[in-house]
């Protein structure tokens, strides 16, 4: 993993590894979205439970994917890597997203089971504050003109809000809220039947595989946009 540290070592290696991440990405959700639409409905929840297909990857990935963002701040932080700096950064908008995506997808799930589109519960607000500190990363690097000193802050809150992700996972386990605790990842095995167990494994999978494949391509981009304008100051220097 050290040795990947060096950006010429990174580039060769992720080179030929990245295509195939995108292609494992498309035929994971190709088989993901089929599987969720050809299982059957839940007893309770009717074709609704498809919609969990979508949200509890989406809810998971915007997690993993802060926490991959926070340990690369980190590093940047401590020992000003520029890799990790650029591993951040390219972490941040896909974390958005799926972070975003959870949250629509909760609601439109909450209307029909809870009847409501949202509530302030513990797991709902803890995800949503995480959607914020994605956003308030994002702000805070456009809003320094001076990239290193916009590194230097955005590193600083993206370990702040580490602080927030035992929050999202055990929210459920230390208050009485609305959200259902864990039925994927417990004590004692899942609770879910085989028939919704496969495709929610699938197409997490999938979203594991797309993040891998945006997140280092963003990042072999933010390397080339850093070796252009390098160069650019270096020929404005000669000049």
């Known amino acids: 993993m050290f040795g990947l540290a060096n950006p010429e070592r990174f580039m060769r290696f992720t080179g030929p590894l990245t295509p195939w991440l995108w292609g494992a990405a498309a035929v994971l959700l190709a088989a993901g979205t089929w599987l969720s639409f050809t299982a059957p409905g839940d007893y309770q929840q009717g074709d609704t439970v498809r919609i969990m297909f979508v949200h509890v990857p989406a809810a998971s990935l915007g997690t993993l994917v802060y926490a991959a963002l926070g340990i690369s701040s980190f590093f940047a932080l401590v020992f000003r890597h520029p890799l990790a700096d650029a ?57 320094i003109d001076d990239e290193t000193r916009a590194a230097r802050a955005a590193a600083v809150l993206g370990l702040v809000g580490l602080i927030n992700l035992p929050i999202v996972k055990f929210s459920v386990d230390w208050w009485n809220t609305l959200h259902q605790p864990a039925s994927l990842l417990r004590a004692g095995g899942s609770s879910l039947a085989p028939v919704f167990l496969w495709p929610l494994l699938t197409m997490m999978a999938a979203y594991a595989a797309l993040f891998l494949a945006v997140w280092l391509t963003s990042i072999r981009t933010e390397i080339v946009r850093r070796r252009v304008m390098s160069l650019r100051a270096r020929a404005a220097l000669e000049a």
């Open 87 to 143: 591993a951040a950064r390219a972490a941040a908008l896909p974390g958005a997203a799926f972070t975003a995506l959870a949250l629509i997808t909760g609601s439109l799930w909450g209307q029909p089971m809870w009847g409501t589109w949202w509530v302030w519960d513990a797991r709902l607000t803890s995800v949503l504050v995480l959607f914020l500190f994605y956003l308030g990363y994002m702000a805070l690097r456009s809003a």
